[in-house]
């Protein structure tokens, strides 16, 4: 199955910084499969960006998605206090579908 | 508004079976796949597999081949996700969520918890 490892596990940024947030795979990803989602406690995940750096529906233009092959990036250009949550990325270029193990945006 | 409204907390004994409900409301149920997703504590997201509402087709991960089976009722726009021979390691949140397209999960219900123990 594809593995994909994001980094760094913790980050710790003030509101207004910039994110930036990396996933890897262990294989080169077709079509750009890979999207990005914000988890935040009690709430159901939501789709921020899919097909690697398209923005969902809803989404501000302060997220953004780059990246292909293997290696994609999550930036968050001027950090909201409701921006402090778990990304996960995930793939579905091949079966079964995966997900990362997340990275925690906190406060500093 | 396009949303999915999943059944209530569960709680079962080792070696039992337990089956969550997801309702989808305000799309066209048949139209999408939906896919459940589970999260045990402390665990990134672990995908389990899908179901086409509209032809009952399913596809399983490898790992739950076994002992998963996903149904619908299209009748009530209501999948469900039965989980068999339950160990503690199944203690997670069950999700399902709609895929917007080819694996993409852009509505997710408000997640299950299922508690395995003794």
């Known amino acids: 199955e594809t593995v994909l490892t994001q980094s760094p596990g913790t980050l710790s940024l003030s509101p207004g910084e910039r994110a930036t947030l990396s996933c890897r795979a262990n294989?080169?990803?077709?079509?750009?499969?890979l999207a990005w989602y914000q988890h935040s406690p009690g709430q159901a995940p939501r789709l921020l960006i899919y097909?690697?750096?398209k923005r969902a529906s809803g989404i501000p233009d302060r997220f953004s998605g780059s990246g292909s092959g293997t290696d994609f990036t999550l930036t968050i250009s001027r950090l909201a206090p409701a921006d402090f949550a778990v990304y996960y990325c995930?793939?579905?270029?091949?079966?079964?579908?995966?997900f990362g193990q997340g990275t925690r945006l906190e406060i500093k | 508004q396009v949303q999915l409204v999943q059944s209530g907390a569960e709680v079962r004994e080792p070696g039992a079976s337990v089956k969550v409900s997801c309702k989808g409301l305000?799309?066209?149920?048949?139209?999408?796949?939906v896919h459940w997703v589970r999260q045990a504590p402390g665990q990134g997201p672990e995908w389990m597999g899908w179901?086409?509402?509209?032809?009952?087709?399913?596809t399983y991960a490898e790992k739950f081949q076994d002992r998963v089976t996903l149904t619908r009722d299209t009748s009530i726009s209501t999948v469900y996700l039965e989980l068999r021979r339950l160990t503690s390691d199944d203690t997670a949140i069950y999700y399902c969520?709609?895929?917007?397209?080819?694996?993409?999960?852009?509505?997710w219900g408000q997640g299950t918890t299922v508690t395995v123990s003794s």
């Open positions: 969520a709609k895929d917007a397209n080819r694996g993409t999960l852009d509505v």
């Open positions: 305000g799309y066209t149920f048949t139209g999408y796949y």
């Open positions: 179901i086409i509402p509209n032809s009952g087709g399913t």
């Open positions: 294989r080169n990803l077709n079509s750009m499969s």
């Open positions: 097909a690697a750096s």
């Open positions: 995930q793939q579905y270029s091949t079966s079964p579908i995966t």
